[in-house]
């Protein structure tokens, strides 16, 4: 028998929270459909993706359905097409661009990740393929979602790659040039890019994973911000040692909301369940904010002084909380702070309380990094490499993932408005320092690898 | 062996239970299974007692209440004899909740739980909670035993039907969610 407040916290949870599942992310390994003939490649990986992927929707509503809990995305993982199609020159990778774009479309899923590749230490050839059909490939479809990962604790940065990657931003910002340069919405950069990422755009199956595998996306920015509130209002000397430990009991039911509707989907499609990733993730909606949850705790808005330290209070207590919730936890889990997907933060940038170098203070102690950001059309690709250097770096000394995904708005500048659309959203464009990177990032190379003792 | 079951409601106080398990006691009673509850200051609970094969409903109910008068208190006995065919699903279910909120008004009970007459969905457990007194809000959570003959989405659209006809919210939702979202799995 289940008590009232069982019921109705949940009800509540559901119906003015935003309680939801994020993603339910199908990873599908096409290293078996290797081959150096594109045709038989193409048939291969169609054939393999409809085969698994075709009643991935019916299932996630169903299971969405019997517990009253919206699946929002379905979306699908491959292995990294830089190596599974390394034979491969631009144009053919174009080619594979769009085939996966048709695949995702069939299959009715909103976003299909893994077109990518991981050059931390190195490019093969079929890496620069990759990265060279970015522009053409972004732009020619709507669903394919990519990731290069430049860094790792273990390799260091590759610099050379980090400065190619300034280029093809921009050269994929003025490919969509008509869309506010939205083809950068689908492309992240990387240091310590996890193997099993469910959300986008860094989504992708790495090589040790199985040949199909379920992975959830959590969320609940909403749900920790409005028992943030209640917890106010009951305590009348609320600390921060509450306030932690209000995210952290949240966290646990947000997961297990996750697990459970990812293993009764894994269950019903016959293959293995991987991991929860715990991450807040936010949406445009109003009241589905990570950015409100800093005024819940005190300020003022996201940007302002003290926000490192809430987001690392936020970041670690959703982490206790869910790692006890799921048998299996990983991906990014943490708090995701994209900036246009969220209307709060949206707001603190549009207004100035927060700004790029904030951002990055912040990126220091939050899973991802420089997330959907809108930057002036005009930024040099070598102010542009200068961020992601910047980025990679605290990825690379801190042993944690960090990510840049920033988006050059082809026309406009500083305080102009950039439209992405639904869950992507929208955002005003903030100010990049004008200082000068290039003479730095033409220099090329490695920045080696970080030394692992003497830790300060 | 008799086995009688026994209900007891009326005003609630201290040692309601006591003046009927004493009572019981002194037949020879054995109390096998009990349940209780108290709903806004009224004591209401059913109890599944065997009785020496002397000892029928009538000697219960008379003894009960004895006992209840003899220290003033103002509840009503009711005992009969307990029979073993009630009412069992002969095929497998899933226990589902089902909430319901909004104006309350007489027949939300009858209209919602008339759907489940119809499908032959037995009602487990039902509570319905006034979200506060000064409202007219009101929440009604059923526990049911869903079989699994019964087309899932088909019911889902006929409850939703129901409610909306009468300006209701609904919920209809597998027990498990409540379960993993508030407890910690029993090992």
């Known amino acids: 028998m289940l008590t009232e407040r069982e019921v109705l916290s949940t009800i509540n949870m559901l119906r003015n929270e935003h309680l939801d599942v994020r993603t339910v992310t199908l990873g599908i390994s096409l290293f078996d459909c290797a081959s150096h003939d594109f045709d038989v490649f193409s048939y291969k990986v169609r054939a393999k993706i409809a085969k698994y992927a075709a ?28 190596v599974v199609g390394a034979g491969f020159n631009a144009d053919q990778m174009v080619r594979a661009c769009q085939m996966l774009d048709e695949a995702a479309k069939e ?6 990740g893994g077109f990518g590749a991981l050059v931390e230490k190195g490019m093969t050839p079929g890496d620069r393929a990759l990265i ?59 240091a310590n890019i996890p193997q099993d990422v469910p959300f986008m755009a860094g989504a992708y199956l790495g090589i040790g994973e199985p040949d199909v595998v379920i992975n959830v996306g959590v969320s609940g920015p909403g749900v920790v911000k409005k028992a943030i509130d209640r917890a106010k209002e009951t305590h009348e000397s609320l600390t921060l040692s509450d306030v932690a430990e209000v995210i952290k009991s949240t966290a646990y039911k947000v997961t297990r909301v996750g697990e459970l509707i990812g293993k009764e989907v894994a269950g019903r499609m016959h293959i293995p369940f991987g991991v929860a990733d715990l991450s807040l993730a936010p949406t445009p909606a109003v009241g589905d904010s990570v950015g409100e949850i800093f005024q819940s705790v005190g ?6 002084p003290g926000s490192t330290a809430v987001l690392a209070m936020l970041n670690d207590a959703v982490k206790k909380g869910g790692v006890f919730a799921s048998s299996h ?41 420089l997330d959907m950001i809108a930057i002036p ?40 408005t950039a439209i992405f659309g639904g869950l992507l959203g929208q955002a005003k464009i903030i100010p990049v320092n004008t200082g000068d990177a290039s003479a730095f990032i033409n220099l090329g190379g490695r920045i080696p690898a970080p030394i692992h003792s003497l830790k300060n | 062996m008799n086995h009688i079951v026994i209900s007891v409601i009326g005003h609630d106080c201290p040692g309601v239970v006591y003046a009927i398990s004493s009572a019981l006691s002194k037949e020879k009673c054995n109390i096998e299974e009990l349940s209780q509850t108290i709903l806004k200051g009224q004591f209401a609970s059913i109890f599944i007692v065997s009785a020496p094969e002397d000892v029928n ?36 279910t899933e226990p589902f909740v089902v909430t319901v909120n909004g104006s309350d008004r007489p027949e939300i009970i009858a209209m919602i739980s008339g759907v489940f007459a119809e499908q032959k969905v037995n009602i487990e457990n039902l509570k319905a909670i006034r979200v506060d007194e000064s409202s007219n809000e009101c929440v009604l959570v059923f526990e049911v035993a869903l079989p699994l003959s019964i087309n899932r989405n088909a019911f889902r659209q006929m409850l939703h039907a129901k409610a909306r006809s009468m300006g209701l919210a609904i919920s209809i939702q597998h027990e498990n969610i409540f379960e993993a979202i508030h407890r910690v799995p029993i090992v």
């Open chain 2, 57 to 92: 409903e009538e000697d219960i109910q008379r003894v009960v209440s004895l006992s209840l008068e003899a220290r003033n208190m103002d509840l009503t006995v009711a005992a009969r004899t307990f029979e073993t065919d009630t009412f069992s699903c002969s095929e497998e």
């Open chain 1, 329 to 369: 936890v990983g991906g990014l889990s943490g708090a995701f702070i994209p900036v246009s997907e969220d209307s709060s933060i949206e707001a603190a940038a549009n207004c100035g309380a927060l700004t790029m170098e904030k951002l990055e203070a912040m990126t220091s102690v939050c899973s991802v990094g």
């Open chain 1, 377 to 416: 059309g005009d930024t040099p690709a070598t102010t542009i490499s200068g961020l992601i250097a910047d980025e990679m770096a605290i990825g690379m000394i801190n042993t944690k993932t960090t990510a840049v995904r920033v988006i050059p708005v082809p026309g406009k500048g500083v305080g102009e």
């Open chain 1, 107 to 112: 299959a009715g899923v909103d976003f299909l």
């Open chain 1, 55 to 82: 009643h991935l929707v019916e299932h996630c509503n169903e299971v969405g359905a019997r517990y009253g809990i919206p699946v929002v995305n379905k979306r699908i993982s491959i292995s990294p097409m830089a």
């Open chain 1, 299 to 304: 300020l003022s808005s996201i940007g302002a």
């Open chain 1, 132 to 190: 060279d059909s970015l522009p053409e490939a972004l732009a020619t479809t709507d669903r394919v979602c990519s990731s290069i990962n430049v860094a790792s604790s273990k390799a260091g940065i590759n610099m050379d790659a980090v400065a190619l990657m300034g280029r093809q931003i921009r050269k994929v910002a003025d490919a969509t040039s008509d869309r506010d340069g939205i083809g950068c919405a689908k492309l992240v950069v990387f």
